[in-house]
């Protein structure tokens, strides 16, 4: 079996009853064992679970101090037979202080407690009443006795040295501080911080909470598991749901119901690989430990190996088919226009640094090309000039089809462009005989050179009208290395550089059906909106093709790049997992079969995982020199940004843990 670098959190809302520790002690194992049984190496639960948060001024009374403590004894014996690292709420007295605690607990041992830092003494919370800080105590007592033995207490990072995986525990309130006991643990090595809560409900309030988790685990790059108390507190004056959160990186991973009405368990799957990937690009992470922390003061505790999941295991987390883009509509339509407006803001920047008279396209009736071209035209309106300045050409080849032939002609005149139509047919043919090479045999000779007769006319267009010509191909292509070198790999500026093949769809569908349709149509736009819809959704339809070899003999598409380089959907999501999570071959295997389950056979998706590694490899001296053109997204692969990869580096590790 294979780890593949996951590990699974449960927070958990319990039914209880206040300050019957019984009661609640029974739900506490019962909900352990269960989360325990899915997997769960983590199970969190609520701020002082064992008596309820609501005790009030009978958390003074000894009888229920001890219950408490007779309560905390019996979930630490229970554990021993528990596969899971218990995190428990309850309360602790030492040096004549009541202190609200979180338990560690890990097979029948309590590893350590850790108090809560800042106590919340304000509005509807006065818990100042009942207990001290722990910050203070916790800055020169590193151990407590509890049950006739010494437990580490305090500043504690608990760590497993086998999987390198590391956690911590913040309570509450800590979390929201303008600096957080978890934003100093995550500095000093905690992968995962850990919140047994007991937040009330107020109007708003759990958006709020929502955001600060989200917004603590992407400041720390950390996971970040939240469980809170739920509608079993009293009620006297507050509400409280059971608002339970884990989130990685900025990312929701789960999230459950609130105001559920019986013991809840909201689970998710943690890429702690990711993480450590993530905070290894951060070269200003360490440089924030070294100026705001003090690593000699936080306590390893050294714990049992965690049970992470492998291969073997089903994951519950979901992965998007797509993950550029996102599932939610109304968020595509965000997204989609700012990409939108990024592209257009990069492309007038350098229209007026180079004071261009004009801007040359290359149009083919594919995708690619319809989005700079819709690019160019919305960057020419933004600066108050005519998109009739706009020099927009289409070369037809051997392997122009008339729909996309039809389609380019149609919405070069429909945007107002000035329209060229170069054929390129008996200069490629001259070229043929020029370098003596045979038309008959259809081989990469005779497909680059087609792409490179285009961008010769193109450039010299541009030279002879004082312009610059801009680049169509997309962030998948570069990947792939799908473009003739010197032929449609190069340009003056690359519009779409990082806008992946499967998003580079949406984005002409969103142009298609918000700025030239619906309630925000501008009826401005085109010569007829209505046309330029129709012709937009047609290239969306079109396969994907460089339309370098002759059409079939019913005058349609014959070359599909999809083909012969795999399914875009397949490679741009092994390119995001790839690029922005760091993903090894296995791992990455694994998500994409549990992804594409019922879509495409597990061997298919090898054999194009493959295929993406041989490519990626293979072609990053395209790369290496590919134009500027504007960053969009997370993932882009500028030599001058994010990307910096030899051109002769081999694939063979790559490939070999595949075959393996």
């Known amino acids: 079996m294979n780890n593949i670098g996951y590990i699974r959190a449960a927070a958990v809302t ?68 528990i596969d899971a690292v218990l995190i428990v709420g309850f309360y602790f007295r030492t040096e004549n202080n009541l202190y609200n605690c979180a338990a560690v607990i890990q097979k029948g041992v309590l590893k350590g407690i850790v108090p809560k830092m800042f106590l919340p003494n304000s509005h509807e919370f006065y818990e100042v009443r009942w207990f001290a800080p722990g910050l203070q105590l916790s800055d020169r007592v590193s151990e407590v006795t509890i049950f006739g033995e010494k437990v580490p207490f305090g500043h504690l990072i608990f760590t497993d040295e086998q999987n390198d995986i590391s956690f911590g525990v913040e309570i509450c309130q800590d979390l929201w501080m303008p600096i957080t006991p978890g934003a100093r643990l995550c500095l000093n090595g905690a992968d995962i911080i850990f919140n047994p809560s007991a937040s009330d409900e107020t109007v708003g309030k759990a958006d709020y909470r929502r955001q600060l988790v989200h917004q603590q685990s992407a400041a720390n790059i950390c996971g970040y598991v939240y469980a809170s108390s739920g509608v079993f507190e009293s009620t006297t ?23 559920e009405r019986q013991s809840n368990i909201t689970y998710g799957d943690i890429d702690y690989e990711r993480l450590k990937y993530e905070r290894s690009l951060s070269s200003s992470f360490e440089e924030c430990t070294s100026s705001y922390t003090n690593r000699n003061s936080y306590t390893r505790v050294t714990m049992e190996p965690f049970k992470v999941l492998t291969d073997s295991d089903k994951l519950i987390r979901k992965f998007e088919k797509n993950p550029f883009v996102p599932s939610d509509k109304l968020t595509v339509n965000e997204r989609c226009e700012e990409i939108f407006r990024i592209q257009t803001s990069g492309l007038a920047k350098r229209i007026e640094h180079t004071k261009a008279k004009t801007i040359v396209v290359g149009i083919s009736g594919g995708l690619d090309s319809t989005l700079a071209l819709l690019v160019s035209v919305e960057t020419f309106k933004m600066l108050g000039r005519n998109p009739n300045e706009i020099i927009a050409i289409t070369m037809p080849g051997f392997g122009t089809t008339d729909r996309t032939y039809d389609n380019a002609l149609l919405i070069m005149k429909l945007l107002g ?48 009208e004082g312009g610059f010509v801009v680049g169509t191909g997309d962030l998948s292509e570069s990947a792939l290395g799908w473009s003739t070198y010197n032929g449609d790999h190069m340009s003056m500026y690359g519009v779409n550089a990082s806008v992946p093949k499967t998003l580079v769809k949406f984005v002409v569908g969103w142009v298609a059906d918000n700025k030239i349709a619906g309630p925000q149509e501008d009826v401005n736009y085109s010569e007829d909106n209505k046309k330029l819809r129709q012709a937009l959704h047609d290239i969306m339809d079109t396969p994907i093709s460089p339309e370098l070899l002759p059409p079939d003999k019913n005058g349609e598409i014959l070359q599909k790049t999809e083909d012969r380089v795999g399914p875009y959907i397949l490679h741009d999501f092994f390119l995001f997992y790839t690029m922005r999570f760091g993903m090894r071959p296995k791992k990455l295997l694994y998500i994409a079969e549990n992804t594409f389950s019922g879509m495409f056979e597990s061997a298919y998706i090898k054999k194009w995982l493959k295929e993406f590694y041989r490519r990626f490899f293979a072609q990053q001296y395209k790369r290496s020199c590919i134009p500027d053109g504007p960053k969009v997204g997370t993932v882009t692969l500028s030599p001058r940004g994010d990307w910096r990869m030899p051109s002769d580096a081999d694939a063979s590790l790559w490939l070999t843990e595949l075959d393996d």
């Open 14 to 81: 319990p039914e209880i009853k206040v300050a019957n520790t019984n009661f609640n002690t029974e739900q506490i194992i019962r909900c352990a064992s269960e989360a325990a049984a899915q997997n769960a190496a983590f199970i969190l639960f609520p701020e002082l679970a064992v008596t309820a948060y609501t005790c009030g001024d009978l958390l003074y009374q000894q009888h229920l101090y001890d219950q408490n403590l007779k309560a905390l004894g019996r979930i630490i014996k229970a554990s021993e037979n």
């Open 237 to 259: 004056d507050l509400v409280y749901s059971g608002h339970c959160l884990i989130s990685e990186y900025g990312t929701k991973i789960s999230e459950s119901k609130r105001f």
């Open 417 to 464: 462009c000035d329209v060229r139509e170069i054929p390129i047919g008996d200069a490629v043919m001259n070229h043929f005989e020029a370098i003596g090479h045979d038309p008959a045999v259809k081989d990469v000779t005779y497909e680059n050179a087609q792409a490179r007769e285009r961008t010769q006319i193109l450039m010299d267009v541009a030279n002879k």
